[in-house]
């Protein structure tokens, strides 16, 4: 198979261009987040080189260390990220849904890493784009979740009060809403499961294709790393939600929201 054509600056900075029509259309809608599109852009390329500058020097210089440090990061951010999304939350439910995220992700990259791919978790090759892949779907998957469950809290105060007075217990009450964010929050990641390979061409498998990769070693890669994505997306947001909710209400059942 033909080597990976390598991008020039010249050839990379053409890409921009399409940001043109973006703002144009923008303009046109009357949609005032110009410059929200091009901070975003700046920042999003600023943190890529950068990660690809880090990346660079782990690779060249494999050391357990490096990859321990960079995941640790990946998984602070990912914690600061969800956080920051779902300010109104009480500190015991972050403390759950920090951990609910850090321990799904790490057993299941563990899991992969070691068991299907079958090399040292510490080799950076496969940890570190595996573990971004894994960790920032389980980020989305966990933040959408926590919004939808808020959100449906606020909106259902009445029937809540309601139910409460009725002598309905808050554990009973909160796990429909539960069940409910966790549905919204696989819905995105089913949803793209069904037209995988029809419709599109997943990321990681066109890289690989790209690089060189035989076709059907990138599609089992592919379908391994989405059914990893789809289980710690679904075991974190299950852990955050139900075990979260419970600190909305104290041993009395008494509701704290």
Sequence with gaps: MNEIIALNIKQFALIYFLLIIVLFIMKRCKIDRTKLLIVASLRMTLQLVLAGLILTYIFNNPHPLFTIMYLMLMNGFAIFTVLQRNKGINRRFKLIAS?????????VICFFIMAVVGVSIFNPQYTIPI??????NAMTGVSLGLKSFNDSITSNKNR???LVNMGVSPKRILTPFVNQAIETALLPT???????????LPGMMTGQILSGTMPMTAIFYQIAIVIAISTVTC??????LFLGSATLYNKREQFLI
Excluded: D, P, Q, T
Excluded at 235 to 240: D, I, M, R
């Design 160 to 162: 809540i009060n309601a």
């Design 99 to 107: 951990l609910s995220l850090s321990a799904s992700g790490i057993c």
């Design 190 to 200: 089913l949803n793209s499961m069904l037209g995988m390979g029809i419709i599109s």
């Design 235 to 240: 075991l974190a947001v299950f852990l955050c």
């Design 131 to 136: 573990s971004g892949m894994i960790m920032g």
